[in-house]
């Protein structure tokens, strides 16, 4: 396993605990939400190199998102210095 992904399914503080695993696997949260979960999560310090943002992918014609929501949402992952990624 080199990652899980999460929906914000647990809490800040758990998601933050959980980047500090053993086994260096990456927490990736959906960086396709407008709220403010990552500020939260960087609260509590967690492991930056084990946290990872991606945005949603949705296998369905005209169910992406638009450029301007994906540069907002890309920027609260970026001003922490998180790696990024979404699917093209």
Excluded: Q
């Amino acid at each position: 396993v080199d990652g899980i992904r999460l929906d914000e399914g647990v809490g800040a503080k758990e998601t933050s605990d959980m980047t500090y695993n053993p086994y260096g696997i990456k927490v990736e949260l959906n960086m396709s939400v407008m709220n403010h979960y990552i500020d939260n999560v960087m609260d509590f310090e967690p492991n930056r190199a084990c946290l990872v943002g991606y945005h949603n992918f949705y296998p369905h014609r005209y169910a992406g998102i638009s450029e301007s929501f994906f540069l907002e949402g890309s920027k609260k992952f970026k001003k922490y210095g998180l790696r990024t990624a979404a699917f093209v």
